[in-house]
């Protein structure tokens, strides 16, 4: 009872439910504060594009937080950081790409730092000299994304923006083109050469160009492209040609293309189509000969200035070219001796045949048999020959020419050797060579000690006929003279006192028995005996005439 009194008296305990705490307005600021970056931090990350590395073997003028990518000149990234790569020798860029522009990274997108540049085809990057450098960007076609690029040591020379073609030219060497170089329709710049490389097996050279719109649509499968770096000079009978396509051209090299005169109009030639590129304009506009026949010529002269390419004539008229020049030892005369090769093209010559001759030539160009009889007539009975010509004196250069020479002996042509040999004949100049040398001959074997002994002797006589000439004029002029010089004393006054007479003749001239009269008279008498004189005098000469050197002999009583 004891226990239970006391347990009375002690207080007993309730259970009383926990009051909840209100948040304190304190903390409403840093919770919108924290929800708001979150808010940013997540709209960040949803409108941040990749992060993408390029590499470049240098990176002047690019700067982390201040370099932009620009992609037709709109910003599409900036660069994070610029550091060296790993083994030092190169520059890695981190840039971060817009959202938007995430599709463009593909992995054959090109990047390149843009910068002034000064080129032979033009000038660009000058609006980097107030804005400074930026990374230039062309997208790519892939559809395979990438993130890691190698950035460009040259911008690409053409633009995605530009509608066109692209094709390759074949060519044994590069020459002076380059990447920019410029081609040419009709003198007009058609498109560029974007790129070139080492065709397989290392003996060819295969160049990229690309031709705009609207010149690529006049590229078809008859299109000859050539060369038209530098000058193209000529010298004929107009005088000196001198072609070039542009200024630039001649400096930074340059092609050009076209259709030849003889084609037809071929099909639109097809993207990456590949040509030829040729060394020039002639030769690219040369019309393929359906029908070339070889021979050779064998000549004991110099072949200095005959060339491969030289052109050979038949009665002036170009018909084939040369295609080899060589020596051959010839086993009859143990000589060395020149050996040429040419081609000759029968249809050249019977398109310019007129008449009744044009169906002959037809058949003579079709019939191999015909061709051959037709030409051993024109070598064994009229004489045609093969000879060297000087083409150029200021050149000196050589071409193979066929005339008649109906003197030369009779030759038939073996028409079973592989290669058909044509007789020839010695050049002119040789021939003037020759007789200049026998000439020279001829003069060196002349007795020169001889003939100049009997000048001397010559000369002495000489000598001593003009000292007797001399004394002669001595004595003519001590025994001749004084008579000569009394007699045209004499005429010379008569002469003067009939001028006298005759100026007062209208004064005088009244009877006949005047003064004025008779004065002219007797002054008409003196001119009388003065030109008896001078006839005398002119008699004895014409008898003797030794008398002007020997002077005059007296009479023999």
Known sequence: MTDNADRGDLPQATVVPKKHRRVSVVWIIPILAAAIAIGIAVQRILSEGPTITIVFKAAQGIEAGKTFIKYKDVNIGQVSAVQLTDDFSKVKVTAKIAKNAAGLMVEDAQFWVVEPRITLSGVSGLGTLLSGNYIGFEAGQSARKQVAFTGLNEPPPLTQGDSGRMFTLQASKLGSLGIGAPVYYRSLEAGQVIGYRLAPGGKSVNIDIFVKAPYDKYVNTETRFWNASGLDVSIGANGVNVRTESLVSLI?????????????????????????????????????????????????????????????????????????????????????????????????????????????????????????????????????????????????????????????????????????????????????????????????????????????????????????????LVRFDSDLTPEIKSAIEEFRRATASADRMIRNADATLVSPDAPGQQALRNAMQEVARAARSLRVLTDYLERHPEALIRGKTEEKP
Do not use: C
């Open 252 to 472: 930074a090299g340059g092609m050009a293309f076209d259709d030849p005169p003889f084609a037809s109009d071929g099909e639109p030639a097809s993207a990456n189509a590949v040509f030829t590129l040729f060394a020039d304009e002639t030769s690219a506009m040369k019309q393929p000969e359906a029908i070339a026949q070889h021979y050779v010529l064998y000549f004991n002269e110099s072949l200095r200035g005959l060339s491969v390419g030289a052109p050979v004539t038949l009665l002036g008229l170009q018909g084939g070219e040369v295609t080899e020049v060589g020596l051959d030892f010839d086993p009859k005369t143990k000589k060395v001796r020149g050996r040429v090769e040419i081609v000759t093209y029968p249809e050249r010559l019977v398109g310019r045949m007129h008449g009744k001759a044009v169906v002959a030539g037809q058949a003579v160009e079709h019939s191999a048999q015909k061709r051959h009889a037709f030409i051993q007539q024109m070598f064994e009975h009229f004489g045609m020959r093969g000879q060297l010509q000087s083409g150029s004196l200021l050149t000196g250069q050589l071409f193979v020419a066929f005339d008649f020479f109906p003197n030369a002996k009779k030759m038939k042509i073996d028409w079973n050797q592989e290669v058909p040999e044509l007789p020839v004949v010695p050049g002119t100049l040789p021939n003037l060579e020759e007789k200049v040398g026998s000439i020279l001959t001829k003069l060196d074997n002349l007795q020169w000690e001889k003939i100049g002994s009997d000048t001397r002797q010559a000369i002495e006589t000489f000598n001593q006929v003009l000292k007797d000439a001399d004394k002669a």
